[in-house]
């Protein structure tokens, strides 16, 4: 279709969001020329000030505009029990369903050979540092029902054998190749209620 260029380019930009497609990219694109200067100035604010001040915990990885984010400064969370991820998105899920009082750790992917992703590419290394420093601690590894999930399993089974440390994974209810941040909060209840031990 020919749009205007710079309508055109709105759009362009829109679709680079994820899960958004043409037509969709036009809607919003068409919207925001409804918005006033000033709802624009802020829109744009928006992004530039997410764009410079959210970085990633010193801790957990998880996205936070502070040098450590508001789930590992809680002190009423359980931080001996730890959720393992790949990326920060799930946690949102996870906290949005409000059952999970622990705290997570975010690897930012997922071992994946085929893709020249080794351990070394992920977050893994200071999991262990926060495995050794705990007592006890459970990890929870919420990693989807895949290949490249599979070996990162095993991988941080392997690496943490040897320490004092039980890990349990999500429950099997959750569909095979699911992405977590796209279930909803009951399946995720459930999964965290059901999950099974896998090394203790």
């Known amino acids: 279709m020919n749009y205007p ?3 055109e380019k709105l759009i362009n930009y829109f679709q ?3 899960g958004i497609g043409e037509k969709s ?3 919003l694109a ?5 918005f006033s200067e000033e709802e624009i100035e802020e829109f744009s604010d928006a992004i530039k000030l997410a764009k410079k001040n959210l970085t990633r915990c010193s ?3 998880h996205l936070t505009d502070q040098e450590i984010c508001n789930i590992c400064s809680d002190e009423n969370r359980n931080k001996n ?4 991820i790949e990326d920060y998105k799930s946690i949102f899920s ?3 369903s409000g059952t999970f009082n622990g705290t997570y750790h975010v690897l930012n992917g997922l071992i994946s050979p085929m893709d020249d992703i080794g351990p070394e590419d992920i977050n893994l290394s200071s999991l262990v540092s926060r495995v050794e420093a705990l007592d006890r601690p459970e990890l ?3 990693l989807k029902p895949t290949v490249e999930g599979e070996a990162t399993t095993l991988y941080i089974k392997k690496i943490l054998e040897n320490k004092k440390v039980t890990i349990s994974r999500l429950s099997y209810g959750i569909p095979i190749g699911a992405e977590i941040d796209y279930l909803d909060n009951v399946t995720l209840e459930k999964a965290l209620e059901d999950r099974k031990k896998i090394s203790e």
């Open 5 to 7: 260029q710079d309508l």
């Open 16 to 18: 680079k969001l994820p």
């Open 25 to 27: 990219a036009e809607r």
């Open 30 to 34: 068409i919207a925001t020329l409804d």
């Open 59 to 61: 801790i957990c990885g």
């Open 81 to 84: 029990i730890i959720c393992v």
């Open 94 to 96: 996870f906290e949005k």
């Open 140 to 142: 929870i590894l919420a």
